[in-house]
């Protein structure tokens, strides 16, 4: 079982930035990678950004340039920084992992962006 923790949403201006972090309780990160996902009201989850078990990230066309995901093998730790937030942005940001056989999921993290 993995417990994946996130923390650093809030309230922010268009313009801003924050940075998310999901902290995990086995060393999933450097192993298996790791995963952004967001869902705004009404819509469904979708892919934020990717951290592969190799090293390499890929974004969701709408964040690239903006946001940057990244991890801490040591802290068994993924982050996400968030420049040039927008309004679209607001939603619900989720972090998620596999271990093994089975998805992990975090309890989200509400990011809102006032224009």
């Known amino acids: 079982q993995v417990q994946l923790v996130e923390s650093g949403g809030g309230l922010v201006q268009a313009g801003g930035s924050l940075r998310l972090s999901c902290a995990a309780s086995?060393?999933?990160?450097?192993?298996?990678?790791g995963e952004w996902h967001r869902q705004a009201p009404g819509k469904q989850r979708e892919l934020v950004a990717i951290f592969t078990r190799f090293g390499q990230t890929n974004y969701a066309d709408s964040v690239k340039g903006r946001f940057a995901i990244s991890r801490d093998n040591i802290k068994n730790t993924v982050y996400l920084q968030m420049n040039s937030l927008k309004p679209e942005d607001t939603a619900v940001y989720y972090c998620?992992?596999?271990?093994?056989?089975?998805?992990?999921w975090g309890q989200g993290t509400q990011v809102t962006v006032s224009s």
């Open positions: 086995e060393n999933v990160f450097s192993i298996n990678g």
């Open positions: 998620h992992a596999r271990w093994g056989l089975s998805d992990y």
